[in-house]
């Protein structure tokens, strides 16, 4: 059983910067793919990063490429978001996920933290 809790969401204007950070529980963390996702208001689950055990291979949802980077600290148990150039169409829960089953953009993850908000104004 893996524990996630996300934290770090807010409020911010467009344009400003966001660091979401997604605390693990579990014992052989550096080896999860550890994955973020968000939900908008009337809409689905969406991928929007993805990084390996030892941080060294990313992956990012096209719409988020060049504005969010994805990290980890093993020794820490922790992963993070960085979001800057935000939009208003940024804005949703955002959730970090792990143990993916099979390919890490598309497929089921097992464990989900409870999901953190991000409110950008125009």
């Known amino acids: 059983q893996v524990q996630l809790v996300e934290s770090g969401g807010g409020l911010v204007q467009a344009g400003g910067s966001l660091r979401l950070s997604c605390a693990a529980s579990?014992?052989?963390?550096?080896?999860?793919?550890m994955g973020w996702f968000r939900q908008a208001p009337g809409k689905g689950r969406e991928f929007v990063a993805a990084i390996n055990g030892k941080g060294d291979s990313t992956d990012y949802a096209d719409s988020m490429k060049g504005r969010f980077t994805i990290s980890r600290d093993n020794a820490k148990r922790s992963v993070y978001l960085q979001m800057n150039s935000l939009k208003p169409e940024d804005t949703a829960v955002y959730y970090c996920a792990t143990h993916p089953r099979g390919n890490w953009v598309t497929g089921m993850y097992d464990y989900w933290g409870q999901g953190t908000q991000v409110t950008v104004s125009s």
């Open positions: 579990g014992r052989h963390f550096s080896n999860y793919v």
